[in-house]
């Protein structure tokens, strides 16, 4: 086999040309294969990220009716012995109660209904990072008035970039987007445009605005805003709130209807509380969001051990008129979608692999040709046709592994860096992102198995090739090979 080895070797670079497209072709099958499959899992785990591991969580303890109907008489008690059991329960890593009712909010002469949400404001930012959404910048027609260093064109482009945000590499991101001349104003623009607001304490009668929100109601930090809806059991729900901050959230649909409040003061507001015989005051929420310790993915086999945790705590709540739900239950219709959008990409990436194979085929057949002649001697000096057969076996085997390889040391670096890093995608893109509420980032996944899959499947695919090779030497005729 060594011997055989060297052969193959030397064999290669013989016709460096021929080696180098063979490889070369390879090289391209894989780097279009795994950037395009990164690409596709990066959104699909961006997105389970976005909505499930920071919002909806992998798993929710409800009500019995809850999900069919999100009404606020349909709550369940957070009480001590639901909270000691997911306390003790060794593959949940954190839970978090919350309260949600719609809502009217008011300000002068501006109402719009909103989603109220209460939250308990120390757990809410350790499972969902709420505080750094938080905006630190506010882009408008006064902050732009101060950029007189803006070129004119400028001036009018950044019209549209006008908004809350909760960073300087924000800001970037978008005016980047509008257009690169943006590039060595972004640091005076954010110097123009700073804004001010704290983070909710608990039990602290103040509330965060989403940006969109607070722009209708025409509300900054300070301002009072009242909320007006139906509490629990058809009690009305009335409050008047002082705005802490602005949130520049993610989700445009947040954005747009959200308000954050401690727990406490938003079942003050719907009353959603009962007093027990033995004189305890019984504190209702909409739901409690459960992360468990392992990973929310596309992943068939990820769900697969969350599902275990949310039998195990349904078997443990029977009889209690609640139920427990997995994030696949809660999002139906998101995790549909990525379902049918991760089966389009494998049937295109098949697609890329069958179109590849044939021009890899051709230059197999190229090379066929080219040395029939080499093929007939060395059978007619003594070489045998099974080790004539090896020989280009491993020919193709190390071409195909030459150009894996390059593939995978140019992409592993270019993948990680765009993963913590991710392509923003302005104009028309944010718009379509913004259809379903995502924000519009383009990350890739890290590397993980499917730097394996990929590869191996093109290895497959190439050695599919190499049976030509071993049936063309097998009915290969010495005498009309040497006449070639």
Same mark, same amino acid.
């Given at each position: 086999?060594?011997?055989?080895?060297?052969?193959?070797?030397?064999n290669?670079?013989?016709?460096k040309?021929?080696?180098i497209i %063979?490889?070369?072709?390879?090289f391209?099958?894989?780097?279009?294969?795994?950037t395009?499959r990164?690409?596709?899992?990066g959104?699909?785990?961006?997105t389970?990220?976005s909505?499930?591991?920071h919002?909806?969580g992998?798993?929710?303890?409800?009500?019995?009716?809850?999900?069919?109907n999100?009404s606020?008489?349909n709550?369940l008690?957070?009480?001590d012995?639901?909270?000691q059991?997911l306390s003790?329960?060794?593959d949940?890593k954190f839970f978090?109660?919350?309260?949600e009712?719609g809502a009217?909010?008011?300000h002068?002469?501006?109402?719009?209904?909103?989603?109220?949400?209460g939250?308990?404001?120390?757990?809410?930012n350790y499972?969902?990072?709420?505080?750094?959404?938080l905006?630190?910048?506010k882009?408008?027609?006064q *902050?732009?008035q101060?950029?007189?260093?803006?070129?004119a064109e400028?001036r009018?482009l @950044?019209?549209?970039a006008?908004?809350?945000?909760?960073?300087?590499?924000?800001i970037?991101?978008?005016?980047?987007?509008?257009?690169?001349?943006f590039g060595?104003?972004?640091?005076?623009?954010?110097?123009e445009?700073? #804004?001010h607001?704290?983070?909710i304490k608990?039990?602290e009668n &103040?509330?965060?605005?989403?940006?969109g929100?607070a722009?209708?109601?025409?509300?900054?930090?300070?301002?009072?805003i009242v909320?007006l809806?139906?509490?629990?059991?058809?009690s009305t729900?009335?409050g008047k709130?002082?705005?802490?901050?602005?949130?520049?959230?993610?989700?445009?649909l947040m $954005?747009?209807?959200?308000i954050y409040?401690?727990?406490?003061c938003? &079942?003050?507001l719907?009353? %959603?509380?009962d007093?027990?015989?033995?004189?305890?005051t019984?504190? #209702?929420?909409? #739901?409690?969001?459960v $992360?468990t310790?392992?990973?929310?993915?596309?992943r068939?086999?990820?769900?697969?051990?969350?599902e275990r945790?949310? &039998?195990?705590?349904d078997?443990?709540l029977?009889?209690?008129n609640? !139920?427990v739900?997995?994030?696949? &239950?809660?999002n139906? %219709?998101?995790?549909q979608?990525?379902q049918s959008?991760? @089966?389009?990409g494998q049937i295109?990436?098949?697609? @890329?692999?069958?179109i590849i194979?044939f021009g890899?085929f051709?230059?197999?057949?190229m090379?066929?040709a080219? !040395?029939r002649?080499e093929?007939?001697?060395?059978l007619s000096?003594?070489? *045998?046709r099974?080790?004539?057969r090896?020989?280009?076996v491993l020919?193709i085997?190390?071409?195909t592994?030459?150009g @894996?390889?390059?593939?995978?040391?140019i %992409?592993y670096p270019?993948?990680?860096?765009?993963?913590?890093?991710?392509?923003y995608?302005?104009n028309?893109a944010?718009k379509?992102y913004?259809?379903?509420n995502f924000?519009p980032?383009m990350?890739t996944?890290?590397p993980d198995?499917y730097f394996?899959?990929?590869?191996?499947v093109?290895?497959?695919m190439m050695?599919?090739?190499?049976?030509?090779p071993?049936?063309y030497?097998s009915k290969?005729?010495?005498?009309k090979?040497?006449r070639?």
């Open positions: 086999m060594k011997e055989m080895l060297k052969i193959a070797w030397r290669l670079w013989r016709n040309r021929r080696t %063979t490889a070369s072709s390879v391209f099958a894989a780097l279009i294969a795994l395009m990164s690409f596709q899992l959104f699909y785990n961006y389970i990220n909505v499930i591991e919002f909806v992998h798993l929710q303890i409800q009500q019995q009716d809850y999900h069919n999100p606020i008489d709550v008690e957070f009480s012995s639901l909270q059991l003790k329960d060794p949940i978090i109660p919350r309260l009712s009217m909010a008011s002068a002469n501006a109402s719009k209904v909103c989603m109220v949400v939250i308990n404001p120390i757990k809410e499972f969902s990072g709420i505080s750094k959404h905006a630190k910048y882009i408008d027609e *902050s732009i101060k950029m007189g260093f803006l070129p400028l009018v @950044i019209n549209k006008q908004g809350y945000y909760s960073s300087k590499e924000k970037k991101d978008v005016l980047l987007a509008l257009s690169k001349k060595p104003y972004i640091d005076r623009i954010a110097k445009s700073p #804004y607001g704290h983070y608990p039990g &103040q509330i965060l605005v989403a940006g929100l722009n209708y109601l025409g509300v900054n930090v300070g301002d009072s909320l809806g139906q509490g629990y059991h058809g729900a009335i709130y002082r705005i802490a901050g602005i949130l520049a959230l993610p989700s445009p $954005n747009r209807t959200f409040m401690p727990l406490r938003a &079942q003050e719907f009353s %959603t509380y007093i027990k015989p033995n004189g305890d019984a504190r #209702y929420v909409s #739901y409690i969001a $992360n310790r392992f990973q929310a993915s596309i068939p086999y990820d769900y697969i051990p969350i945790v949310r &039998q195990r705590l078997r443990e029977k009889g209690k609640l !139920r739900l997995g994030w696949k &239950q809660i139906k %219709t998101l995790y979608q990525i959008d991760n @089966i389009s295109i990436l098949m697609v @890329i692999y069958i194979a890899v051709g230059t197999v057949l090379l066929m080219e !040395r002649k093929f007939g001697i060395m000096i003594g070489m *045998s099974g080790k004539l090896q020989t280009l020919e085997f190390i071409m592994v030459m @894996i390889i390059a593939a995978i040391l %992409t270019v993948v990680t860096y765009l993963h913590y890093h991710p392509i995608l302005g028309e944010a379509a913004e259809q379903f924000e980032y990350p996944q890290l198995i394996l899959i990929q590869p191996l093109i290895l497959i050695m599919l090739t190499s049976i030509y071993i049936i030497i290969l005729k010495v005498s090979a040497l070639a």
